[in-house]
């Protein structure tokens, strides 16, 4: 019975992107890793919904668990001519399956683009460096201060 609910199921999946896509996003992420590009910045330029999905592709690149990505940066960029992707033109090719999913947050300008009048706007790398930074100067400036009160009970004969 839950085998056929499985099958159910499985039958309505639909795949966010096809396979050849998600091996072009694969080599947009290894040859960013050559760059030393943060996964977070990877992410927001290719139009991914997670970052963490780039730390796994990375990882799996350089233990060479994708065999169809050679492990040189020449080789990457090879590839991606070959492909007919080069220059900026790759990031709206390989964003755009994903940006119909991300939809009205990427309608309002994606986070730190801005043309030369309007103020910047900070990353979420930023905002999160800039919390950090607030709750250590906090911390330095409040200091837990533990008294320890040592409890002294009568021990009965």
């Not at 998600?22 to 977070?40: D, N, Q």
């Not at 040189?72 to 990031?91: C, I, K, V, Y």
């Not at 683009?113 to 330095?140: C, F, L, N, Y």
Request: charge should be positive.
């Amino acid at each position: 019975m839950a085998y056929q609910a499985r099958l159910r199921n499985l039958g309505r999946f639909k795949r966010a992107r096809s396979h050849g896509e998600t091996r072009r996003i694969e080599l947009e992420i290894a040859l960013a890793s050559h760059g030393h590009e943060s996964c977070r910045g990877i992410a927001r330029r290719l139009g991914l919904r997670s970052h963490a999905y780039c730390c796994r592709v990375i990882r799996r690149y350089r233990t060479g668990q994708i065999p169809s990505l050679p492990p040189d940066e020449q080789s990457l960029l090879a590839m991606r001519d070959s492909l007919g992707l080069s220059g900026n033109q790759d990031d709206r090719a390989l964003a755009n399956p994903a940006r119909a999913n991300i939809g009205a947050a990427l309608e309002n300008g994606a986070v730190g683009t801005r043309s030369a009048g309007e103020p910047r706007v900070m990353t979420v790398d930023e905002r999160i460096a800039e919390t950090w930074r607030e709750v250590q100067e906090w911390k330095r400036k409040h200091p837990i201060r533990r008294s320890h009160v040592v409890f002294s009970v009568p021990i009965p004969r």
